[in-house]
Nanobody, 125 residues
Framework: QVQLVESGGGLVQAGGSLRLSCAASERIFSGDMRGWFRQAPGKERDFVAAIARSGGNTYYADSIKGRFTISRDYAKNTVNLQMNSLKPEDTGVYYC??????????????????WGQGTQVTVSS
């Protein structure tokens, strides 16, 4: 069974840090790309970051570049999102995403087949 499970969300003050983790079944972990998206109330689900299977290539939304870091932990079958210097506008539900096979794009929700249940991140001012 294909599964993605996020953890690590919470409430933090502006300027603080959180680390999100996404555990995956083996099938998804071996897919070519894994991503993180976020969704604020009343808004669309937006791309945050993605990492290739090898871990060598990473991609970030402009709004979080220099503050967030995506990484893979092969021993634990997880993909992590380290979030530093958090801002109130980072508030939302964060979802990890996975897919099987290869596609040429990675920054749209349509590029992924599997989703976690989401974890809430709230940044207070």
């Amino acid at each position: 069974q294909v599964q993605l499970v996020e953890s690590g969300g919470g409430l933090v003050q502006a300027g603080g840090s959180l680390r999100l983790s996404c555990a995956a079944s083996e099938r998804i972990f071996s897919g070519d790309m894994r991503g993180w998206f976020r969704q604020a109330p009343g808004k669309e689900r937006d791309f945050v970051a993605a990492i290739a299977r090898s871990g060598g290539n990473t991609y970030y939304a402009d709004s979080i570049k220099g503050r967030f870091t995506i990484s893979r932990d092969y021993a634990k079958n997880t993909v992590n999102l380290q979030m530093n210097s958090l801002k109130p506008e980072d508030t939302g539900v964060y979802y990890c995403a996975g897919r099987l096979g290869y596609r040429s794009s990675w920054s749209s929700p349509k590029d992924y087949d599997y989703w976690g249940q989401g974890t809430q991140v709230t940044v207070s001012s």
